[in-house]
């Protein structure tokens, strides 16, 4: 069992629609982590909050907004999306010491996304 | 340029026989590398880490090996359970930027019963 949760676990969406994916941790880490994955492609890093703070941000369309609203939860906003945005949407977590090194991110199952 | 490599996108093994799965990188300013496994429709699962410090390190039946004047980690498996297939990606990152990793493409692993 995963201890980072994602919710939902699929979701169907039209380019026109506004929709968002949610994270939840209770781990205590205080950096959280936005991915997408395409398939039979690594994950590739969109977003990184650390103590409830945005801190990178990997040149990510306008059309994701991230938000933390507290330190175990995680949304990411979904707006005007294209076809291209079909893809699997990770969330992570990790403890927060120093810069992050040597801190292994943990990985919910992610938001299998369709645009139609 | 892909900075993280992993050369063999599938490898079968027999059970109770040892699974190695490598991992080169290019950028020697590397010194944190991680080993995730992934089954279909869930997430990576984080297994071992090590970093640039050491050469070794051991997890069960997990160890990692790092290289660091060939720029090569390995996964080594044993022994290997048909539980194992799944598809195994090395991560990397730089001290600089410790939550930035470098994913490989990935290998999927068959143990075969």
């Known amino acids: 069992d995963t201890e980072v949760t994602q919710t939902p676990k699929h979701l169907v969406m039209g380019m026109t629609n506004k929709k968002s994916l949610k994270c939840e941790q209770h781990m205590g880490h205080r950096a959280m982590y936005w991915y997408k994955q395409k398939a039979k492609k690594p994950p590739e890093l969109m977003f990184v909050?650390?103590?409830?703070?945005?801190?990178i941000n990997e040149s990510v369309p306008s059309r994701f907004s991230p938000e933390c609203p507290n330190s175990s939860l995680l949304n990411l906003h979904l707006h005007a999306l294209q076809p291209e945005d079909s893809a699997l949407y990770l969330c992570a977590s990790s403890q927060e010491k120093g810069s992050g090194w040597g801190q292994p991110q943990h990985f919910g199952d992610g938001t299998r996304l369709s645009i139609l | 340029d892909q900075q993280v490599k992993q050369n063999s996108p599938s490898l079968s093994v027999q059970e109770g026989r040892i699974s190695i799965l490598n991992c080169d990188y290019t950028?020697?300013?590397?010194?944190?590398f991680l080993w995730y496994k992934k089954y279909p429709a869930e997430g990576p699962t984080f297994l071992i880490s090590?970093?640039?410090?050491?050469d070794k390190n051991e997890d069960g039946r997990f160890t990692v090996f790092l290289n660091k004047s060939a720029k090569h980690l390995s996964l080594h498996i044993v022994p290997s359970q048909p539980g194992d297939s799944a598809v195994y990606f090395c991560a990397a990152s730089l001290s600089g930027s410790a939550r930035q990793l470098t994913f490989g493409s990935g290998t999927q692993l068959t143990v075969l019963p």
């Open positions: 950028n020697s300013m590397f010194d944190y």
């Open positions: 909050y650390s103590y409830e703070k945005l801190s």
């Open positions: 090590i970093s640039s410090i050491k």
